[in-house]
């Protein structure tokens, strides 16, 4: 049970950072390739909170999705500036930069890390493995309503407009900084939050947690699953979460299976597995259809 527990939170975080990087890349079309930063902004925040100060896991919650969001506005206020290309590496270079001043700041641990960091509580009573891994499917599920409520409202289609046509978007009436700027906030304080409970499950973190790697993974992961498809994500979370158990037994050649299985996917479905338009999605579409009009018959 702690085994399968510990898995589940695992893929759990990995679903939520796919989904938090989703709302900046997927829907709004910024690229993002050092989303890790946010998500070690967050955690070490919690961490120093938690072991310097005393803050419970609560209390450093709210601050590490406040800390991420804050870092996260300036980013999308830099995106006015910059795009595409440029942007893509202004975020690279995000990445490195946190990474260095966790690693060499005294403050955050340096190359020792943070240690000690306490398990979420709820009275006096301390979370375990399995309770964590209730915690953080019920925050993914909280973020998936989130999600879909914005993909519904008139957020969603300003970011849409935005990710297809910026200067349309503009002319259209649509406030493309405000909108911008507020991706990135939502997206980066999502990340936040997904370093702080993976702060307080791992109870000890270091800089390497959050490099340029996980930047990538991440990115993997909403492209595999496919950009703006909230099921294709969290599908892209799950699968490449899991991906490093499942082909455990083959640990010498995992990562040239595992980048072989990307290739293959991205050749055949080049929109991601549940992309607009992939293939994939066409066949479930249809399937439900028909089914649907089975049941209609009968």
Do not use: C
């Amino acid at each position: 049970m702690n085994y399968w527990a510990v898995l589940a939170t695992t893929v759990g975080i990995w679903v939520l950072l796919a989904l938090s990087l989703n709302i900046i890349t997927g829907e709004a079309g910024q690229p993002n390739i050092g989303h890790a930063a946010f998500f070690g902004i967050g955690a070490y925040t919690s961490a120093i909170l938690n072991t310097k100060y005393g803050v419970d896991f609560w209390g450093a919650l709210i601050v590490a999705i406040a800390v991420s969001a804050l870092v996260g506005a300036v980013l999308g206020l830099i995106s006015m500036r910059l795009r595409n290309d440029f942007l893509a590496i202004t975020t690279i270079g995000l990445n490195f930069v946190t990474v260095a001043v966790f690693q060499t700041v005294h403050y955050f641990g340096g190359a020792m890390g943070i240690g000690g960091i306490q398990p979420p509580r709820i009275g006096g009573l301390a979370f375990g493995t399995l309770e964590i891994a209730g915690l953080i499917w019920v925050v993914v599920a909280l973020v998936v309503i989130l999600n879909r409520h914005l993909q519904k409202a008139w957020f969603g289609y300003a970011l849409r407009a935005i990710r297809d046509d910026e200067a349309a978007a503009a002319a259209m009436g649509i406030d493309v900084r405000r909108y911008k700027v507020l991706a990135f906030v939502i997206g980066t304080g999502l990340a936040g939050l997904a370093g702080s409970i993976y702060a307080h499950f791992m109870t000890f973190i270091s800089a390497g947690d959050f490099g340029f790697n996980i930047s990538v993974t991440i990115l993997a992961m909403v492209v595999l699953g496919g950009r703006g498809s909230i099921p294709g994500v969290m599908l892209g979370g799950i699968v490449l979460g899991m991906a490093p158990e499942v082909f455990r037994f083959i640990s010498d050649y995992r990562l040239l299976v595992f980048g072989s299985i990307l290739v293959l996917v991205m050749r055949f479905f080049p929109s991601g597995l549940l992309g607009q338009g992939s293939r994939l999605q066409e066949l479930l579409t249809g399937f439900i259809r028909r089914e649907g009009a089975g049941a209609r018959v009968r």
